[in-house]
T-cell receptor, first 112, second 112 residues
């Protein structure tokens, strides 16, 4: 059975801290790993990772995929209160209608 | 530029009542999905469709039915609502072979 596991499930930090969110996966016909940010509404897309070892970066956020060890990390540096959200990772199973299998999410709270 | 539209946005049902959630997309996407999101559980796939007239079960299909009579619409039905179906429901769509979902804004359903 396809599975995606995130850790930690929740995290409280102060502004300026750096955080690392973890995502491990066991998915048949794996193609890509995606990260989303969710703030009390629909998830918004952050990154899609297909190749191992290549870091993707957007401002203070970065992510990398390890296809050998089947995990990904999402880093956020110099956190701000606006980073408070649930971060979801999802693995794409391309052989079944391109469906995404989501992890439980990591709830990040950034205190002033 | 509507993208993916879900109706209704909120609904309260009594146990045993039926209802249909509508998802409409105007991007000519082949694939469509229904997910439910419960606290601490990420998004779980209910049903999905890879084309007009075809549907398939996801991870948590029991108690739900779907239909895709037109390419742009994907309907989720609850024949006899139960309190366990209280959740936030998200619809999503993507092109066949595409790697990115477009999400609707969600429907918050409460069954009392």
């Amino acid at each position: 059975e396809d599975k995606v596991v995130q850790s930690p499930l929740s995290l409280v930090v102060h502004e300026g801290d750096t955080v690392t969110l973890n995502c491990s996966y066991e998915v048949t016909n794996f193609r890509s790993l995606l990260w989303y940010k969710q703030e009390k509404k629909a998830p918004t897309f952050l990154f899609m990772l297909t190749s191992s070892g290549i870091e993707k970066k957007s401002g203070r956020l970065s992510s990398i995929l390890d296809k050998k060890e089947l995990f990904s990390i999402l880093n956020i540096t110099a956190t701000q209160t606006g980073d408070s959200a649930v971060y979801l990772c999802a693995a794409l199973n391309y052989n079944q209608g391109g469906k995404l299998i989501f992890g439980q999410g990591t709830e990040l709270s950034v205190k002033p | 530029n509507a993208g993916v539209t879900q109706t209704p946005k909120f609904r309260v049902l009594k146990t045993g009542q039926s209802m249909t959630l509508l998802c409409a997309q105007d991007m000519n996407h082949e694939y469509m999905y229904w997910y439910r999101q419960d606290p601490g559980m990420g998004l779980r796939l209910i049903h999905y469709s890879v084309g007009e007239g075809t549907t398939a079960k996801g991870e948590v299909p029991d108690g739900y039915n779907v239909s895709r009579l037109k390419k742009q619409n994907f309907l989720l039905g609850l024949e006899s609502a139960a309190p366990s179906q209280t959740s936030v429901y998200f619809c999503a769509s993507q092109h066949a072979g595409g790697f990115g979902y477009t999400f609707g804004s969600g429907t918050r359903l409460t069954v009392v």
